[in-house]
């Protein structure tokens, strides 16, 4: 089964409002990807983090990297409408191949004008 | 920009029929994924390649197998469709290493009767 664990599942916002997802794995991780899909579109590569703690911003995006390098958070600063989608943390899971990406069942943001 | 086209957007095909899915892209990038994806599951990889005769199980490879006879193009075959196959098929490619981000194509949404 999948071994990336992601937080809600689902998140309704108001506007303006700020929102968070959780990424967790049972194993470390030599780096997160973060992806977005927006409503009947498919994922786009957001950012990726390698190192422990790494902290990186694009505008009112912010991504975390743990420092036991297990864990990843990604955070909406005053979400606006054009933030809705369903955002996917994906990391190289399971041991062996790199190649082989395994994603969190993403959450779903919803935000209301 | 990377273009990561897939045949079909929409497919319906009938039980026990034989059904290929393709996937090409511009970039020559050596490796190329297969995922689907089903609501509250997530992306799931069903195979992937790092070069071309080269292939690898992912996740859920089961009534599932894939051709890579040329670097651009990757194939996913469905040997005897059935209708819990039913789902959206996403085609990626990425560059060489293993940390390289995924460029996903605009997926099939295939319909299993």
């Known amino acids: 089964g999948q071994q990336v664990m992601q937080i809600p599942q689902y998140q309704h916002v108001q506007e303006g409002e700020d929102f968070t997802t959780y990424c967790n794995s049972s194993?470390?991780?030599?780096?997160i990807q973060w992806y977005k899909q927006r409503p009947g579109g498919h994922p786009v590569f957001l950012i990726q983090?390698?190192?422990?703690?790494e902290v990186k911003k694009q505008k009112r995006l912010t991504f975390q990297f743990g420092e036991a390098k297990k864990n990843s958070s990604l955070h909406i600063t005053a979400t606006q409408t054009t933030d809705v989608g369903t955002y996917f943390c994906?990391?190289?899971?399971?041991?062996?191949?790199?190649?082989?990406?395994?994603f969190g069942k993403g959450t779903l943001l919803t935000v209301n004008p | 920009d990377v273009k990561v086209t897939q045949s079909s957007r929409y497919l319906v095909k009938r039980t026990g029929e034989k059904v290929f899915l393709e996937c090409v892209q511009d970039?020559?990038?050596?490796?190329m994924f297969w995922y689907r994806q089903d609501p509250g599951l997530g992306l799931r990889l069903i195979y992937f390649?790092?070069?071309?005769?080269?292939?690898e199980k992912g996740d859920i490879p089961e009534g599932y197998s894939v051709s890579r006879e040329k670097k651009e193009r990757f194939s996913l075959i469905l040997e005897s469709a059935s209708t819990n196959q039913t789902s959206m098929y996403l085609c990626?490619?990425?560059?060489?290493?293993?940390?390289?981000?995924?460029?996903f194509g605009n997926g099939t949404r295939l319909t299993v009767t």
């Open positions: 990626a490619s990425s560059s060489t290493g293993g940390n390289s981000p995924l460029h």
């Open positions: 194993t470390t991780l030599s780096n």
């Open positions: 994906a990391g190289p899971v399971g041991g062996g191949s790199n190649y082989k990406l395994t």
């Open positions: 970039m020559d990038h050596e490796n």
């Open positions: 390649s790092y070069d071309v005769k080269m292939k």
């Open positions: 983090l390698v190192k422990s703690g």
